[in-house]
């Protein structure tokens, strides 16, 4: 794991493997989770659901998951500066917490983009 931090901000959190147990990755107040799982054979997590809570989010959080080839990230302040780039190859991913992001595909490549909802259309291009 690798924070991305730019001015003192962290801008997103790049995973490039996973380590062993169940890992959380973002902090609790962030308004997307992201925990990695990596357990032996045989490894048994007991069945859980959550109770229903009102979650209000101000902010869209998301997160890149590379399935196959490379790509690269563009990282931008949320003043819309140029702030860093990253690549991302196949297995590899990127939460995206206080940055806009822009993607060019370096190799063809599949990207799995998770994000918190519900789903609004409120994309502003930089």
Known sequence: M????HNRI????KIDKIT????????????IQIVTLKHPQGTYLPAHLH???VRRTAKLQECMIVTKGKVKLNLYTLDK???KHIML????AFICLNCGIGITFIKPSEIIEVKNGPF???????
């Not at 609004?120 to 930089?126: A, E, W």
């Open 120 to 126: 609004k259309v409120d994309k502003v291009l930089i």
């Open 10 to 13: 962290l801008l997103g959190i």
């Open 81 to 83: 500066k140029p702030a």
């Open 51 to 53: 109770q229903p809570r």
């Open 20 to 31: 062993p147990g169940s890992q959380p990755l973002t902090a609790a107040e962030e308004f």
């Open 89 to 92: 190859d196949a297995g590899q």
């Open 2 to 5: 690798q924070k991305i931090i």
